[in-house]
């Protein structure tokens, strides 16, 4: 069964951080693109970042120079680094798994449930 379990949302001011993470388990982690994407009331979800198996990484030009997205292969797991948070920034966090290369905006095989991120000014 694939599961993708994000953790580490929350509330902060603006100019704070937060690293959220992603476990995977049930599929070939290590095989697969990953991403974070969010969606924002009333607006359609967008890709945050992109990390293929190697580390190579794609950034949205919103969030370029404030997160850092990383990931264990031992440990199945993807995480986000956010800094500098803006309230432009406050979303449902999903992380998102893609059976191939990546690109961006990906169409995903698996979500995850998501994670709210509130950045208050």
């Known amino acids: 069964q694939v599961q993708l379990v994000e953790s580490g949302g929350g509330s902060v001011q603006a100019g704070g951080s937060l690293k959220l993470s992603c476990a995977a388990s049930g599929y070939k982690y290590m095989a697969y693109c990953m991403g974070w994407f969010r969606q924002a009331p009333g607006k359609e979800r967008e890709g945050v970042a992109d990390i293929d198996s190697v580390g190579s990484t794609k950034y949205a030009e919103s969030v370029k120079g404030r997160f850092t997205i990383s990931r264990d292969n031992a440990k199945n797991t993807l995480y986000l680094q956010m800094n500098s948070l803006k309230p432009d920034d406050t979303a449902m966090y999903y992380c998102?798994?893609?059976?191939?290369?990546?690109?961006?905006?990906?169409?995903?095989?698996?979500w995850g449930q998501g994670t709210q991120v509130t950045v208050s000014s």
């Open positions: 998102a798994a893609h059976r191939g290369s990546c690109y961006s905006g990906f169409a995903a095989n698996y």
